[in-house]
């Protein structure tokens, strides 16, 4: 059975941890990628600094299958990602033929050598198509680079996605009418009946009331089945003796 990939989504920019803009494409794009099986590990906001993104990089690029960084390679000068990635990867950052075209393509007169900026790339970076402003996001290896605006994101990440080797990936839920504390070690026994599945409680409160629900994912989706199973008829016992009193 293929294993499901891992990846790392890297978040470039001051804006996000100053709390001027609040983040959107983390959550989208772990939404994407688990939906093809891909499963994000890591989620990291750094900011505008080429030191930082570089050494991130490098670290995240070595330690998962993918790494998906968003942000930074508009053409003002806090945009610095592109010459970031360039320098995790130990290449020069230069005008990329393709994008130099694809941007006049886009521009015509309005071209301009700011705009052109954008086209300078890590030697080798091979583009991602941006079909809402021309300019292209791109990937070097297994890293891949999108702009920070939401819709943008959106929109381009479909063609990284059919990039990306991926496994069926199984997630399954149930609510549960007890508190936390109170079926914690029927968790602890199906955690140790089913080791390949992955099984989570999420607790949360609506006009004062707390309830939880169960989560169990994996690769395997008869051992999600049966785990979603064994969970369910073993806290469905666990509630019933609560209600009678053993």
């Not at 001051?14 to 990628?33: M, P, Q, V």
């Not at 015509?108 to 583009?127: D, G, N």
Request: hydrophobic residues 50%.
């Amino acid at each position: 059975m293929m294993m499901n990939k891992q990846a790392a989504i890297l978040i470039v920019g001051n804006e996000i941890l100053s709390g001027r803009t609040r983040d959107k494409n983390a959550y989208f794009l772990a939404c994407a990628l688990k939906e093809i099986g891909v499963l994000v590990k890591r989620i990291v906001v750094i900011p505008d600094v080429i030191g930082q993104i570089a050494t991130e990089v490098n670290t995240l690029r070595h330690a998962f299958d993918y790494v998906i960084v968003c942000g930074g390679i508009g053409p003002t000068p806090d945009d610095v990602t592109r010459p970031a990635v360039a320098l995790a990867f130990g290449v020069p950052c230069e005008p990329h033929p393709e994008a130099v075209r694809i941007l006049h393509d886009y521009y015509k007169e309005r071209v301009s050598a700011r705009r052109l900026v954008m086209a300078e790339l890590p030697r080798a970076a091979a583009l991602i198509p941006n079909p809402n402003t021309g300019a292209p996001g791109f990937a070097v290896e297994n890293v891949f680079v999108l702009p920070g605006i939401p819709e943008l994101v959106e929109s381009m990440f479909a063609h990284v996605a059919a990039q990306l080797a991926h496994a069926p990936f199984v997630e399954l839920e149930f609510p549960v009418a007890l508190a936390e504390s109170e079926f914690a070690d029927v968790m602890d026994a199906a955690v140790a009946r089913f080791p390949a599945v992955e099984i989570g409680s999420y607790p949360s409160c609506s006009a004062g009331q707390w309830c939880c629900v169960l989560v169990v994912k994996g690769a395997d989706a008869a051992q999600v089945q049966a785990a979603k199973a064994w969970l369910h008829a073993a806290i469905t016992a666990r509630a019933e003796a609560m209600r009678e009193g053993h």
